[in-house]
């Protein structure tokens, strides 16, 4: 399979994910995006040095990925992904910060390898909420939950149509390139004039087809608004989940769970 | 009732850059009837279905859908009142589900939103895809993408309803589920299509276009087993009237 074809149904498989049945998936978008939001406000806001009292946040990504059904290992391969960006951002702190923190028997830990590992902490830790909100909650239900927290209609509004036509337009993509490896044979490297003609036949099809799409909305009634029925309600569990898994948080960031249990243990 | 006509004068239409598509059409569709509208490819059909609600505005000559006469200021009325079903339902339906497709025109209208759950389920359920309501459309196959494109439009109830190739590229059990969706509807109906048999099914009545212009208008089983005209518009006889 092409390269290409392969990013394509990876997105698919994301948006497919989305629309499975789970208690996670049942939530509401609102509540979701909030208890995301509160979850990465949280581990964004502990100091440069922390490790330890980061760790039992973990619970929930993993919660949300058990209870939502959705393949670890897709999770990390996303992770990986993005990975080597986050590395470059802490990669010199061991080199410029070499105080000593820890000491394992003559084993000296420099704050700079600690602040990196915080970071890469922090970065699993968001990045796979974010990727396991999206898994979970139909994009759809994002955007209404977007609208009904007063973001902005016309941002809405764009980020459903991006999402109705990137799929289209993936797909043309897709078909175009298979198109040209087939008769490009073993070619690998495409010339800057091909590229540029693709772009080119690309951007024409797409401007062509807003027009049929404007056609399309105008024949219906189309007068500058999109209507959006409201179709989410908060309900009781929504509201036990949100409190619960809230206030998790908040004690988690504010007392040392991993300290005090070690110890209560010790 | 006898104020579903549609009606063509002498209409031109030509395009900005250059194209002349129509070069004076003219018929009279009455209430109720079924028309196919069949001709060569780049022939205007596709321009003269763009007329028909009011996409585009002739160049000359007049159109005129029930008593109302097409011009800037009747096109979003005449809207309302014709259905128009395109050729690629990738661009009709725009909505990031099939339900929020669908109540796309009837919230458009302005209609309590019961009334618009009422009538969206209504018309997945003529258009026998119910079952699709809270999909997306990008995980729809095309026959199913063309059902809800038809449910988007009899949800605004119109009174005519315009189709564009609905067939294209349908499976046989798909375009023959179509087939018997599209007798069951009262609407006045106008289709274009390459597929001959369709439209020998459906309609019972038939214009044949040519340059631009009406070739001929008639009886759909006269003017479908007409070889030398159907030759001439590179067409052929309807398949299931062909000898083998």
């Known amino acids: 399979m092409l390269a290409f074809d392969k990013e394509y149904f990876n997105i698919g498989f994301l948006d497919t994910l989305s629309y499975k049945h789970s208690f996670v998936h049942s939530l509401d978008p609102r509540i979701k995006l909030l208890t995301t939001l509160a979850f990465i406000l949280c581990v964004v806001s502990f100091p440069k040095y922390e490790v330890f009292q980061i760790i039992p946040f973990f619970f929930f990504p993993v919660f949300i990925l058990s209870a939502g059904n959705i393949p670890l290992k897709f999770i990390l391969k996303k992770l990986l992904v993005v990975s080597p960006f986050v590395l470059f951002v802490g990669v010199f702190n061991p080199v410029f910060d070499t105080e000593a923190i820890y000491s394992l028997n003559g084993f000296v830990i420099s704050k700079g390898w600690v602040s990196l590992l915080s970071i890469m902490i922090r970065f699993i830790l968001t990045v796979s909420a974010a990727f396991l909100l999206i898994a979970t909650t139909s994009f759809m239900g994002l955007c209404l939950a977007l609208e009904r927290m007063k973001v902005p209609k016309v941002f809405v509004v764009q980020l459903l149509f991006l999402y109705r036509y990137l799929f289209v337009l993936a797909g043309e993509t897709m078909r175009l390139i298979r198109a040209v490896n087939m008769r490009a044979f073993d070619r690998k490297n495409l010339s800057i004039k091909l590229f540029v003609s693709i772009t080119g036949t690309l951007f024409m099809k797409t401007i062509e087809r807003s027009e049929r799409i404007y056609q399309a909305m105008c024949s219906r009634g189309f007068d500058g608004e999109i209507r959006l029925l409201k179709r989410y309600k908060i309900n009781f569990t929504d509201t036990v989940f949100a409190l619960a898994t809230i206030t998790v948080f908040i004690i988690l960031r504010k007392y040392d769970i991993t300290n005090m249990l070690g110890r209560a243990l010790g | ?244």
């Open chain 2, 1 to 244: 009732m006898s104020h579903h006509i549609v009606e063509f004068k002498d209409v031109y239409y030509t395009y900005p850059d250059g194209t002349e598509a129509l070069k004076g059409v003219t018929f009279r569709i009455h209430h109720g009837e079924s028309v196919g509208i069949v001709g060569a490819n780049g022939t205007g059909k596709s321009t003269l279905i763009l007329q028909m609600n009011g996409f585009l505005l002739p160049t000359a000559g007049t159109i005129r859908i029930g008593d109302l006469q097409l011009d800037k200021k009747t096109r979003s009325e005449i809207g309302k009142k014709v259905g128009v079903v395109f050729q690629n339902p990738d661009d009709q339906l725009f909505m990031p589900t099939v339900f929020d497709d669908v109540s796309f025109g009837p919230l458009n209208m302005g209609l309590t939103i019961e009334r618009v759950i009422e009538r969206v389920d209504e018309a997945l359920r003529t258009a026998g895809c119910y079952e699709l309501r809270d999909r997306p459309p990008h995980h729809l196959s095309l026959g199913q993408k063309r059902a809800v494109t038809i449910a988007a439009v009899i949800s605004m109830q119109p009174d005519i309803l315009a189709m564009d190739e609905p067939a294209a590229s349908l499976d046989p059990k798909a375009r023959r589920q179509l087939i018997t969706l599209l007798k069951g509807f009262k609407h006045t109906k106008i289709i274009t299509s390459h597929d001959l048999d369709l439209i020998l099914d459906v309609c019972e009545r038939c214009i044949v276009i040519a340059n631009g212009k009406v070739k001929a208008d008639g009886p759909a089983r006269e003017i479908l087993l007409n070889q030398q005209l159907l030759d001439e518009n590179n067409l052929e006889l309807p398949l299931s009237l062909q000898r083998r």
